[in-house]
């Protein structure tokens, strides 16, 4: 059962900026809260990869290729974890999921973010 829902994905030139939302409406915030949750970006015909991850300390790791970019950042009130975008790329095209970074679950439909060069 697919416990996370991404949206805020969109059509938008290099160079701009998008916030994706990650909800978790199925979950108890007794269950969301302690959670390590990870953006993750897959592209056609490579593996998926991790980009950030937020912990329930509200401590961040980034992916190389973002650093300085991207910002994880998360609302444990309204259960939701965010992924402010800016100065995006070309190369930053792609699905973005988000999951459970210790303990899969199943990956929703993800968001589609696409930057125009």
């Known amino acids: 059962q697919v416990q996370l829902v991404e949206s805020g994905g969109g059509l938008v030139q290099a160079g701009g900026s998008l916030r994706l939302s990650c909800r978790a409406p199925?979950?108890?915030?007794?269950?969301?809260?302690?959670?390590?949750l990870g953006w993750y970006r897959q592209v056609p015909g490579k593996q998926r990869e991790f980009i950030a991850a937020?912990?329930?300390?509200?401590?961040?790791n980034y992916a190389d290729s973002v650093k300085g970019r991207f910002t994880v950042s998360r609302d444990n009130a309204r259960k939701t974890v965010y992924l402010q975008m800016n100065s995006l790329k070309s190369e930053d095209t792609g699905v973005y999921f988000c999951?459970?970074?210790?303990?899969?679950?199943?990956w929703g439909k993800g968001t589609l973010v696409n930057v125009s060069s």
């Open positions: 999951n459970n970074v210790r303990a899969p679950g199943a």
């Open positions: 199925r979950m108890i915030t007794s269950t969301f809260n302690p959670l390590t």
């Open positions: 937020v912990d329930n300390t509200g401590s961040t």
